[in-house]
């Protein structure tokens, strides 16, 4: 029913119903059973007749109603609902009473899909938990500046120049998610260039530059050898993943799927570049698949255990039992160094087998094929080369 709706009348009103205002286009009193009165907001948008909420009566009185209820109109005349607004705004106050913590390990999880093994969330995860949540963990993100970032990076910059670098990126990248998600406002304190930089040494200035530490060319035909005599899934798949130039995630996460035709398809989702890649198998590649299917037959993957696919740390045990101190990935720079010292191959084979991404531009967009028949020449050669000291049953007549 349509009634003078003033202060004094709603004080008075008793009976459980609809008031409409007449002074408002829309805008209703809702009296409950219990006497309980709320302003609503009757709209159509969209052919669709819904309820914006304005409040409860007394704590907001006729006047402010009808401004809420006009300048809802205006959105509504918009093509604009009022109730989403609505929700959305109440979303971000929400998200902005989280704490940095919670928002980080958010970002943390988002992000994980983009990673091809745990290890980079693990890395993530520990750096923050270990050196930035006992700062600005419990903080929302809007209160969070320059100092408290000092705080985090100042102690370890200069000892442990490599993880401080790396945990600034991810607080730069946290806090970017932030503001674009309109939880905080103003400079992102953890950015480096015209910032940080300009308090902070350069890394690369006070930083040993450390590789991978990697076994000489020269020693890979007797090291392969004495590899072999370890009749076991990880020695073969270290050895597979020496003679295929591989990286550790792309072999332990291998299915026996992705062979076909004596080519290895690692798909997009295990490769760093998040590109497809392909790889043509050698003679002792395909032996080693074989020993490893006979070792563990009804297992969907490469290398396994009960089915299981092998762990990070099970190939770089091997090297350890061997007391060979080199890593695995190191495996790749021998490779690459035994191309370039020892062969006629040309780097962009070599580089494409070692599926390195290509930096310049112009050169990816001319670079169509992936060299894969040339790559084939290439694994030959190099398994040849790995196998040429692998003849250890020959006798000598003369001695004898």
């Avoid at 999880?109 to 419990?138: D, M, R």
């Avoid at 590789?211 to 270290?238: D, Q």
């Avoid at 792309?250 to 798909?267: F, H, S, Y």
């Avoid at 060979?324 to 087998?353: C, K, L, N, Q, Y």
Wanted: glycine share 4%; charged share 25%; with cysteine.
């Amino acid at each position: 029913m349509a009634i003078n709706l003033d202060y004094q009348t709603i004080l008075n009103l008793k009976k459980a119903g609809r008031y409409t205002d007449p002074k408002t286009k829309g805008l209703q009193l809702l009296i409950k059973p219990s006497g309980g009165k709320y302003w609503l907001l009757r709209f159509a948008l969209n052919k669709k007749r819904q309820e914006l909420g304005l409040g409860s009566f007394p704590d907001v009185l006729p006047k402010q109603a009808r401004e809420m209820a006009q300048e809802a109109r205006v959105l509504i005349n918009k093509g604009i609902n009022p109730i989403d607004l609505r929700n959305k705004s109440r979303k971000i106050e929400s998200l902005k009473k989280q704490t940095f913590e919670e928002f980080a390990l958010d970002c943390i999880s988002a992000k994980k899909v983009e990673w091809s093994n745990n290890k980079h969330i693990n890395q993530w995860t520990s750096t923050l938990k270990t050196y930035a949540f006992p700062i600005i963990g419990s903080k929302s993100l809007d209160e969070i500046e320059t100092d408290d970032i000092l705080e985090i990076l100042s102690p370890i910059w200069v000892d442990k120049t490599e993880t401080a670098s790396r945990l600034r990126g991810r607080l730069e990248w946290i806090l970017a998610a932030a503001t674009t998600r309109k939880l905080r406002t103003g400079m992102n304190p953890a950015l480096w260039r015209g910032h940080l930089q300009t308090i902070l040494p350069t890394p690369a200035k006070i930083m040993d530059i450390k590789h991978h530490r990697a076994l000489s060319y020269r020693a890979i035909p007797s090291f392969m050898a004495k590899l072999r005599e370890n009749l076991n899934m990880s020695a073969l798949a270290l050895e597979f993943t020496i003679l295929n130039a591989s990286r550790t995630g792309e072999v332990i996460g291998g299915l026996r799927t992705e062979i076909d035709n004596g080519i290895w398809t690692i798909p997009a989702s295990r490769m760093k570049a998040r590109k497809e890649h392909r790889v043509p198998l050698s003679k002792r590649s395909i032996e080693i698949l074989a020993m490893a299917k006979v070792m563990d037959e009804d297992s969907p993957y490469l290398f396994s255990r009960c089915g299981n696919p092998l762990s990070n740390m099970a190939m770089p045990m091997v090297l350890r039992r061997m007391k060979i101190d080199v890593t695995v990935h190191g495996f790749r720079s021998t490779f690459r160094d035994w191309v370039s010292e020892e062969t006629m191959h040309s780097p962009e084979v070599a580089e494409m087998a070692l599926a390195h991404t290509i930096r310049n531009k112009v050169e990816a967009a001319y670079r169509r094929s992936d060299l894969l028949e040339r790559r084939r020449l290439l694994i030959n050669d190099w398994e040849n080369y790995c196998t040429s000291g692998q003849i250890s049953n020959v006798i000598n007549i003369k001695a004898a």
